[in-house]
C-alpha cells in the first residue's frame, strides 16, 4: 500500500515505542573518547532527522570529518546524520534471541533494521509492543542511527512501534520537507521582520509577512480576546522558549504545569493539538515532546 510517500529527499531535520534493552547508551561524556576510538559528539550535534528510506541508501561516509576520519555518514544535502526517524511497513521480519531483524519499506526504497531485545529484562509492554510490529505489512516508526556494515547501509533501532493512523505517514513525510527546506534556508540572508506588532503567524514560512530566518515570530498574546487565541499564543510562547534549550523539545507536562495558574489541562493539550495541526509545532522523540518550527 502506497500512501504518497514518494519524497526522493535531499533533505530531512527533525519517536516512542519499543525501545531497544541494549544501544544509545552513556556513560560518558559529550567530547569525551568513546569505544573504539571514537569522540562522543556535542548534544548540539546529536540530531534527530526524519527521512525516507532513499535518503538513508544515498547517504556517504564523510572520511574527512574532523574527529580524526571516523567516517560519518552524511545526507546528500550535506547534513551529517546521528539519529533518524523513519516510517515505513515492515516487508518481513525474524525474531532472534537477542535481536529482531527488519525489512522496512516506504515506497522510495528497502532497508534492513535491527533491535536488540532482551527477555529477560524487557517488560511485559515491551515485549507486547514487540508483538504488534512483528507482522507483515504493519507500518511502524523507527527511531535509532545508521549504520555501515562492510559496505551496506542499515538501521541500529532503538524504538520500533506501530502508527496510530494513516495521519502519521502524512505528518512525517511533511517533516522530511519542511526539516530539508529548513535546513537548505539556515545559512541564507534573509530581510529584517516587519516592524508590526500586531502580527499573526498564519503558516509555516509560506509566503506572506512571516519571516523566515531567526524564528518565526509567536502571535502576541492579549487579554481582550484575539478570537479567542489568547492560551495557544501563552502555549506556542512556552514550546518556543523551552524548545530552543533542549534537544527533544518541549515537554506536554512540563508546559501544563507551568499553564496551570491560567488553563486547565484539557485545554492546553487541546491548544497543543490545534498548534500541530496548523504546522506551528511538530513532535519530536514522541507525543509528549514538541519544537516550535522555526
Not at 556513560?27 to 573504539?36: D, E, F, N, R, T
Not at 491560567?262 to 504546522?279: C, F, H, K, M, P
Request: charged share 15%.
Amino acid at each position: 500500500m502506497n500512501f504518497g510517500m514518494d519524497y526522493q529527499g535531499d533533505g530531512g531535520g527533525g519517536g516512542g515505542g519499543m525501545t531497544s534493552s541494549q544501544g544509545g547508551g552513556g556513560g560518558y561524556q559529550a567530547g569525551s573518547p568513546a569505544a573504539g576510538g571514537k569522540v562522543r559528539k556535542s548534544y548540539d550535534e546529536q540530531t534527530l532527522i526524519p527521512v525516507t528510506v532513499r535518503m538513508i541508501l544515498t547517504a556517504t561516509s564523510n572520511s574527512n570529518n574532523m574527529d580524526g576520519g571516523t567516517g560519518s555518514l552524511v545526507l546528500a544535502d550535506g547534513r551529517e546524520l546521528y539519529q533518524i526517524k523513519l516510517v515505513g511497513a515492515v516487508r518481513s521480519f525474524d525474531v532472534q534471541s537477542t535481536n529482531v531483524n527488519f525489512e522496512i519499506e516506504d515506497a522510495t526504497g528497502l532497508v534492513e533494521a535491527k533491535m536488540w531485545v532482551d527477555d529477560n529484562t524487557d517488560c511485559t509492554a515491551v515485549q507486547q509492543i514487540r508483538d504488534q510490529v512483528c507482522k507483515d505489512h504493519q507500518y511502524v516508526k523507527i527511531v535509532g542511527q545508521v549504520k555501515d556494515y562492510g559496505g551496506k547501509l542499515n538501521v541500529v533501532a532503538y524504538s520500533v512501534r506501530p502508527l496510530s493512523s494513516g495521519n502519521e505517514i502524512t505528518h512525517h513525510m511533511l517533516e522530511v520537507v519542511h526539516s530539508g527546506e529548513t535546513s537548505k534556508r539556515a545559512g541564507a540572508i534573509v530581510a529584517p521582520p516587519p516592524n508590526n506588532n500586531s502580527m499573526v503567524t498564519s503558516g509555516v514560512g509560506f509566503g506572506g509577512s512571516a519571516p523566515m530566518g531567526g524564528g518565526m515570530p509567536v502571535a502576541a498574546s492579549s487579554s481582550s480576546g484575539g478570537g479567542g487565541n489568547g492560551i495557544q499564543d501563552a502555549v506556542a510562547s512556552y514550546i518556543q522558549k523551552e524548545g530552543e534549550h533542549l534537544e527533544v523539545g518541549a515537554s506536554v507536562a512540563d508546559c501544563i504545569t507551568s499553564l496551570s495558574g491560567q488553563y486547565t489541562e484539557q485545554q492546553v493539550r487541546q491548544a497543543i493539538d490545534n498548534l500541530a495541526s496548523e504546522g506551528l509545532i511538530y513532535s519530536t522523540i514522541n507525543e509528549d515532546n514538541y519544537k516550535y518550527a522555526q
